[in-house]
């Protein structure tokens, strides 16, 4: 495991003002504006938003396998282990990639080959990332992770076909793990599964994490996901990060409209009524953002003022960030 950088006191993935763009048909789509998240080792990070706020882009950025045409990182900094990742040479990164950091991407199909072994999968990843030296046997080191996946070594010869859904993740998973990666991307890794299965591979996940005491960043949009697996919560909107703190004060405070919408209710403020219902409208154009709050047009408690300027973060009660210029007046109605 690489020693801890002694000359620096940030978390150990440490991401500042991320800022990156897509260029598509002559337009520019702004898929993050400016995100910072942080995470220690052993420790996991909820990124929990709707399809189309950025948190694949976020995930592909850490690794940098953006598309090189189309795509741009245009500011910020990812530290991980006191490195500034975005200034590292190519051929750094590359050693980085797949060793250091992993990333488990949502559909177990396209993951992996229809026409190689699932044991030969595990090995080759093994093989390819043995330091000078390591005498670790790739074939032995591919059984054991399909063992500690719950798949049994003796399958070690079959193809994806011959797995199930749930079962082929686990197998994404164990390529994944194979190389004790520091950090773990997992990329809504349990959506493609069905509900019970879910929950196992979920499970799965987690006590790797803490055998191996991994950082993961967990990449959702489910919150049933982060009550189940993540330490911290961070609720990303049309690329920023709206609200931001532990699982217990986002859970126990949920303070962003949005959030609040994201738990399945938000109230109307126009009927006195109780009645609850799921937040209305879409997400914006990502290549023409409202001025002001992003999510203002589809906010019950927007005013003039959330539509004037960008939005700063505010302190709530409990001492967790959200980005919302209303919330003394929400906490009164909601109080
Ligand atoms: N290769 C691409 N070219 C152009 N736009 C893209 C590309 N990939 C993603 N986007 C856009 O960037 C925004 C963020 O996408 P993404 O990071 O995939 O969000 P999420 O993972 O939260 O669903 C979306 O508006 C999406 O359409
Ligand atoms: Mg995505």
Known sequence: MAEKNPNTDRPFLDIKDL???????????????????????????????????????????????????????????????????LELPEVEMRKIRGNKISMIFQDPMTALNPVQTVGDQIAEVVRLHLEHGDRTDPVERAKEMLEIVGIPAERFSEYPHQFSGGMKQRVVIAIALACNPDLLLADEPTTALDVTIQAQVLDLIADLRNKYNTAMLLITHDMGVVAQVCDDVAVIYAGNIVEYGTKRQVFKHPTHPYTIGLFGAIPDMNEDEEWLHPIDGLPPDPTNLPQGCAFSPRCPYATDECRKEAIKVYRTADGHDCRCCRIEAIAKKEG
């Open 19 to 85: 800022v990156v763009e897509y260029v598509s048909d002559g337009e520019t789509v702004h898929a993050v504006n400016g995100v910072s998240l942080h995470l220690e080792r052993g420790k996991t990070l909820g990124l929990v938003g709707e399809t189309g706020a950025g948190k694949t882009t976020i995930a592909k950025s850490i690794l940098r396998i953006l598309p090189d045409v189309g795509a741009k990182i245009c500011g910020g900094e990812v530290h991980l282990d006191g490195e500034n990742l």
